[in-house]
């Protein structure tokens, strides 16, 4: 019987954590794309912008929906959770946007696409963490 409870508490703690690494991976996964996306325009690196993408519409998808994104916010902000999902779908279509000039070689577009992105992001997050 302890060894039930004891594993049952093990079981519930690792999904508690498994919780809170969902949105830490998504940001760091996120940041990190982000990064490589600058990087890749300042130095003309169309291959470095592409994994860089990969990266953010990767970390995007894991906290875009509206059950994970609510569980982040703090408590008088969770009325606004339907704000922050709206700017998960605004770097959903913006990827896809910076992903089509990059194949038309439309790199100042692409460029603006990926501006669109960091203030999708900045918004967010002057949201959730109450700038």
Same mark, same amino acid.
């Given at each position: 019987?302890?060894?039930?409870?004891?594993?049952?508490?093990?079981?519930?703690?690792?999904?508690?954590?498994?919780?809170?690494?969902?949105?830490?991976?998504?940001?760091?996964?996120?940041?990190?794309?982000?990064?490589?996306?600058?990087?890749?325009?300042?130095?003309? #690196?169309?291959?470095? =912008?592409?994994?860089?993408? *990969?990266?953010?519409? !990767?970390?995007?998808?894991?906290? +875009? %929906?509206?059950?994970?994104?609510?569980?982040?916010?703090?408590?008088?902000?969770?009325?606004?959770?339907?704000?922050?999902?709206?700017?998960?779908?605004?770097?959903?279509?913006?990827? #896809?946007?910076?992903? =089509?000039?990059?194949?038309? *070689?439309?790199?100042? !577009?692409?460029?603006?696409?990926? +501006? %669109?992105?960091?203030?999708?992001?900045?918004?967010?997050?002057?949201?959730?963490?109450?700038?």
């Amino acid at each position: 019987m302890k060894l039930t409870k004891l594993m049952l508490a093990g079981i519930l703690s690792v999904s508690i954590a498994s919780a809170n690494d969902v949105m830490k991976k998504s940001m760091a996964m996120m940041e990190q794309g982000m990064t490589s996306i600058q990087t890749g325009f300042m130095h003309n #690196n169309e291959a470095l =912008i592409r994994e860089g993408l *990969k990266l953010v519409k !990767d970390g995007n998808a894991m906290f +875009s %929906d509206k059950k994970v994104i609510v569980n982040y916010m703090p408590e008088k902000r969770k009325h606004m959770v339907n704000v922050a999902e709206n700017q998960a779908k605004r770097i959903i279509l913006d990827t #896809n946007v910076l992903e =089509i000039n990059l194949d038309q *070689k439309s790199y100042v !577009d692409a460029a603006n696409a990926y +501006s %669109d992105i960091l203030n999708a992001c900045s918004r967010c997050h002057a949201i959730v963490r109450e700038w």
